[in-house]
């Protein structure tokens, strides 16, 4: 079983957020002992959205974490925030609207559109389905990965946390053409890059509203934390065909141990979505497909 | 009747275009394939990659333009000099040179021109006109309406598909404003109608996602025939919230106008299921334009309207504080 921690921070302020991402790293005994010369950084900036809908990762926490590695190992690697082209969000639009080039200019850190890099074209058998990703060559030149991702409900697949957010690794722009067998995609980007952390930006969630929970999760599963993150949201994990599959292909472990903030705490905090909710939610989409398709 | 442009709101006025009774829609032009195949399956035989071959078709004696605001100038020019009669969705222009320009062009060739504001084709924002002029709120002295969304970034279709956004929309020279000339110029032309001539404005911009373009204003009108408003548009919200509040000396009213209610969306849609057809604005306004050439008459919103509108838009952008 892998080890999923919970903090809150006490306000909102930078220094509570770090102090709040540092205990989480250590409540999953996370080293800093190590050699890094490369990080790559990959938020959720899934579109236009401001971070305060709860949407897309913070740029503060992505500073904050910045700092965190910065002031922790005994070298000062590169860092590089990146993000990939989407069917409907371009990253040079997206990575000024939601405050990112402030940030690389602040911290002096890189902003990579995946799109635009050199890639290799990798084909992956998952579940039955050939897929064929586009990887960033970045991925194999880096010592260091983290994930930070948002924690919310996705139609589609049920929750987009960590194995989701790693979807925009694959450069391809084009990714609705994966939309047929999204839970696969998923699992297959999960197989050829694995993140060395997972650090969730719970500052503000998004469940059936938005809400400022000033939380932060952090793993080295992602398969554990998404798992733990499905249990905050009232999902069962094994309901979640993608975190099914991802366990089959041993990307990561379905258990996990909650350690840090009470886990019945979080959980009664999250916005989950009532069973009152879930059946408005199954009437409004057979309605949709009744009128709208 | 010929169309030029087919997407997001070029959609909609080809959809109620087939169902006008006066008028028959000849032809469309589009740059994009999808939208030209859309058109075809709704049965219209004469498409154009290029609108010029529209305009050169004689059959069509008016056009309806819905273009990006960076092609209004040249569309607008090329229509009025092949005699058609043009309407326009809004804003008239990126700019007031620009839209004098236009002006003048549509006078030098004798054609009508009208403009598409279809919140001036609401019921329920004809009737407040129609109070308004019967003196049923006294004096009007406050009013204040809000129209704020996600812009061009808002899903479509009413369905949560995010939908890729056009790269003139991200950019000053091209779009000429923010929100404040998408959402605004439709609650100033709005006022204007209501109230008469502004007098003076000023205006607080938002910039909070770092573009050129302002992505909320909020602008104070002082209007000559004495009533202040506020007008609050905004392009920064995943939700939707249409208003007017209307504060006289004999009444006030505080009027919700989007979203709609649920119930109200059921019935819509059962009737289109049905195949009942229901009159909204985007129709009625169109119906109303043919009437006017039918019977020679001056289109409103017109493009003198539309430099006004241009015009008040240029002043709050002079008289602008940014907060940021």
């Not at chain 2, 007008?231 to 919200?237: A, M």
């Amino acid at each position: 079983m892998s080890l999923v921690s919970f903090v809150r921070a006490n306000d909102s302020s930078i220094d509570a957020l770090k102090k709040a991402i540092k205990r989480s790293l250590n409540l999953i005994r996370f080293s800093f002992a190590r050699s890094i010369n490369k990080i790559v950084i990959k938020p959720n900036m899934c579109y236009y959205y401001p971070p305060s809908t709860g949407e897309v990762t913070s740029p503060q926490f992505v500073s904050a974490v910045i700092d965190i590695f910065r002031e922790n190992l005994s070298i000062n690697p590169d860092f590089f925030i990146v993000e990939s082209d989407a069917s409907a969000m371009k990253c040079k639009y997206v990575f000024k609207m939601l405050g990112y080039h402030r940030i690389a200019k602040e911290k002096n850190v890189k902003l990579i559109n995946l799109s635009e890099e050199k890639n290799k074209i990798v084909d992956i058998k998952v579940n039955g389905w050939y897929l064929r990703f586009y990887i960033p060559e970045i991925f194999h030149e880096s010592d260091f990965l983290i994930n930070v991702p948002k924690i919310k409900y996705m139609a589609d697949v049920k929750i987009t946390c960590a194995l989701k957010n790693m979807y925009g690794c694959n450069a391809y722009p084009r990714k609705s053409i994966y939309h047929v067998a999204l839970n696969e995609a998923i699992v297959g980007i999960n197989k050829i890059i694995k993140p060395d952390l997972v650090i969730v930006d719970g500052l503000i969630v998004y469940g059936k509203n938005t809400r400022r929970l000033n939380l932060v999760m952090a793993s080295k599963d992602p398969v554990a934390l998404d798992a733990a993150a499905s249990n905050v949201m009232g999902i069962d994990p094994t309901s979640v065909h993608q975190l099914v599959l991802a366990s089959k292909e041993n990307i990561g472990n379905l258990e996990f141990i909650p350690v840090g903030e009470a886990f019945s705490y979080v959980k009664q905090s999250f916005p989950a979505k009532s069973v009152k909710d879930k059946i408005r939610e199954t009437l409004a989409s057979t309605y949709l497909r009744i009128f709208h398709e | 009747m010929g169309l030029i442009g087919i997407g997001g709101q070029g959609r909609i006025h080809l959809r109620n275009c087939l169902r006008l009774k006066k008028a028959k829609l000849i032809g469309v032009a589009d740059i994009s394939e999808t939208s030209l195949k859309f058109a075809k399956k709704l049965g219209i035989r004469n498409v154009y990659k290029n609108y010029d071959d529209l305009l050169s078709n004689q059959q069509i004696d008016a056009v309806i333009i819905s273009l990006p605001n960076f092609l209004h100038f040249e569309s607008v020019t090329k229509a009025a000099e092949a005699g058609k009669d043009i309407f326009l969705e809004k804003p008239l222009a990126r700019n007031v040179a620009e839209g004098r320009k236009i002006l003048s062009n549509v006078k030098r060739n004798g054609v009508k021109l009208m403009l598409g504001y279809n919140m001036r084709f609401t019921t329920t924002l004809r009737k407040l006109h129609e109070k308004i002029a019967d003196g049923f709120f006294g004096e009007v002295e406050i009013v204040q309406a809000t129209n704020v969304s996600h812009g061009p970034f808002t899903p479509k279709g009413g369905i949560k598909t995010l939908r890729s956004v056009p790269s003139w929309w991200f950019n000053k020279d091209l779009a000429g404003g923010g929100a404040l000339l998408d959402l605004g110029s439709h609650l100033i032309n709005l006022l204007s109608w209501y109230f008469g001539e502004v007098k003076n404005v000023e205006s607080y911009l938002g910039y909070k996602f770092n573009m050129e373009l302002e992505d909320s204003a909020i602008c104070i009108l002082k209007f000559r025939t004495g009533p202040l408003a506020t007008i609050n548009v905004g392009w920064f919200s995943k939700d939707l919230i249409q208003s007017i509040q209307i504060c006289g000396t004999a009444k006030n009213l505080s009027m919700h106008l989007s979203p709609p209610s649920i119930s109200h969306l059921i019935f819509r849609d059962i009737r289109r299921k049905l195949g009942i057809f229901k009159y909204d604005s985007y129709y009625t306004e169109l119906k109303y334009f043919v009437e006017c050439l039918w019977n020679d008459a001056s289109p409103s919103p017109s493009g003198e309207e539309g430099l006004s509108d241009l015009q008040v838009i240029s002043m709050a952008y002079k008289h602008s504080h940014n907060l940021a």
